[in-house]
């Protein structure tokens, strides 16, 4: 069965220090990657999406994603984080090959920005 | 302005009370889907649709009804709600054919059931 797998939970990280959350999916298929964010009390909101061309891709707000095909990897990475970027953070997978829409998300990674 | 508008925000019942938390968009989106959002396991998708009048289960269908007889509308019915769907219940739409495409979120439903 497809996954989605986001290995930190939790993470808590000073102003200016760098991040890189993992995501790992298991889907043989041509994939279609998204991270969305979620700010307190908000809803999802999309961050960045591949789905061909540079691997590497850049979002918004200075966020940036490395599509890995051989690791089945997709992180997402800030060179310096803001209080401003404490929130939930989804990685989300979809297929060309499903039969339906089907868009599968991790289980998040909160990120907790101290000022 | 695109948006997806969820309703209620804040939702408390009873075991069994039968509610519908309604879902509209207004960008002429084919698909629709809804996800309940839990502690520790990100965003299940309950069902979607992928037009009016084409709905099919997510992974998590059982306890809930959807039905799609408007292109804009995709309400979400619990006819006996137990306590283990107190849960934050999110909308989405979608472009048809858009995999590669965002999807749009509502603002959520958070449901309590006593």
């Known amino acids: 069965a497809q996954s989605v797998s986001q290995h930190n939970h939790h993470v808590i990280l000073s102003e200016a220090a760098s991040l890189e959350l993992g995501c790992n999916y298991s889907?043989?298929?041509?994939?279609?990657l998204f991270w969305y964010v979620q700010y307190p009390g908000q809803h999802l909101q999309l961050l960045l999406k591949y789905f061909s061309g540079d691997p590497l891709v850049k979002g918004i707000k200075g966020f940036e994603a490395e599509f890995i095909k051989s690791k089945f990897s997709f992180n997402l990475r800030k060179p310096s984080v803001q209080w401003s970027d404490t929130a939930e953070y989804f990685c989300a997978v979809t297929s060309d090959n499903t039969g339906g829409f089907k868009t599968i998300f991790g289980a998040g990674t909160r990120l907790f920005v101290k000022a | 302005e695109a948006q997806v508008t969820q309703n209620p925000r804040y939702l408390i019942t009873v075991t069994g009370k039968k509610l519908t938390v309604t879902c509209s968009q207004n960008?002429?989106?084919?698909?629709m889907s809804w996800y309940r959002q839990d502690p520790g396991l990100g965003l299940r998708q309950i069902y979607y649709s992928m037009n009016v009048e084409v709905t099919d289960k997510g992974d998590v269908p059982e306890g809930y009804k959807v039905s799609r007889k408007e292109k804009r509308n995709f309400p979400l019915i619990l006819e006996s709600p137990s306590p283990n769907q107190t849960s934050l219940y999110f909308c989405?739409?979608?472009?048809?054919?858009?995999?590669?495409?965002?999807?749009?979120f509502g603002s959520g439903t958070q449901l309590s059931v006593l």
């Open positions: 889907y043989g298929g041509t994939v279609n």
């Open positions: 960008m002429n989106h084919e698909y």
């Open positions: 989405a739409s979608g472009p048809f054919g858009g995999q590669k495409e965002k999807l749009f």
